[in-house]
């Protein structure tokens, strides 16, 4: 079939789905990339953002602590402007006064207020207007927990995820906050291992929740930006790591190392 329509060209770029109408294909959806925790690092959100321009990918969720630790968080609060969704994690509630000091560590604390004081006016208004939860084409997001009494909550434990089954009403939920990518389903115990390929294929008729990772502060032993692409037509999950210039962070938290109060938590995260 040949596609005149100048207006699809945006369109067949990108990762599809066809279904088949007569003897036509027709445009089913456009895959999205999921990215959560990406915490002030601009060159992790960089080549996140360059790869998925390889890939055709333009549709993006932002599952929230877009800001917090790394040393440029204006830069990224503008970057995901074009998110489609973007939460407010507990990092951007710290900063805006949603949560106080008795949530955070000394070092997440010191970040925070680091935070507040290079972000203007209309940046805390921003991310004064997201929030910890939401939901997107039938797909429901958290950046911690859909659990209403504790949304900040870590997936960790079995009475934490059995809370926030409770409130998942949608087959899939995409969460970050622990910055591990991590599968589990409903009724399981312990977190489904990802496929060496790193594409996870949804169970029919099981709640799955989703933890994409951290695109800026990654934990489990990769330092590599972490998050994921979501092919609802496939009904797939695909985790994604990304290699990025880990030096120039380390190059600008070095020159703030009189101003920046997480220095040494950040330089050993990173290296």
Not at 61 to 71: E, Q
Request: aromatic share 10%; proline share 5%.
């Amino acid at each position: 079939m040949c596609i005149k329509n100048n207006y699809l060209k945006d369109f067949i770029r990108e990762p599809l789905f066809f279904v088949t109408i007569g003897a036509y294909p027709a445009l089913y959806y456009k895959m999205l990339a999921i990215l959560s925790d990406i915490h002030g690092n601009r060159p992790a959100l960089e080549s996140v953002f360059a790869e998925m321009e390889r890939m055709g990918v333009k549709r993006i969720l932002v599952l929230g602590d877009v800001i917090g630790y790394g040393p440029f968080p204006n830069d990224c609060l503008r970057m995901v402007a074009k998110a489609e969704v973007c939460l407010q994690g507990n990092h951007e509630a710290g900063v805006i006064g949603a949560l106080d000091e008795q949530w955070f560590n000394d070092a997440a604390w010191g970040a925070i207020e680091w935070t507040r004081r290079k972000l203007t006016h209309a940046d805390r208004e921003l991310i004064a207007k997201w929030r910890p939860t939401g939901q997107h084409e039938g797909i429901q997001l958290a950046h911690a927990s859909l659990n209403p009494d504790a949304v900040f909550d870590y997936l960790l434990t079995p009475r934490a995820l059995k809370a926030h089954f409770a409130a998942q009403t949608a087959p899939l939920c995409f969460v970050g906050h622990t910055h591990i990518p991590e599968i589990w389903t409903e009724g399981r115990e312990d977190p489904l291992v990802w496929p060496k390929s790193g594409v996870y294929t949804l169970e029919a008729g099981r709640k799955t929740v989703i933890n994409v990772g951290s695109v800026g502060l990654p934990r489990g032993g990769d330092k590599r930006a972490t998050w994921a692409t979501y092919d609802a037509g496939k009904g797939e999950v695909a985790l994604r790591r990304t290699a990025y210039d880990v030096q120039e962070v380390i190059r600008t938290i070095k020159h703030l190392r009189h101003e920046l109060v997480v220095e040494e938590k950040l330089l050993r995260d990173l290296s």
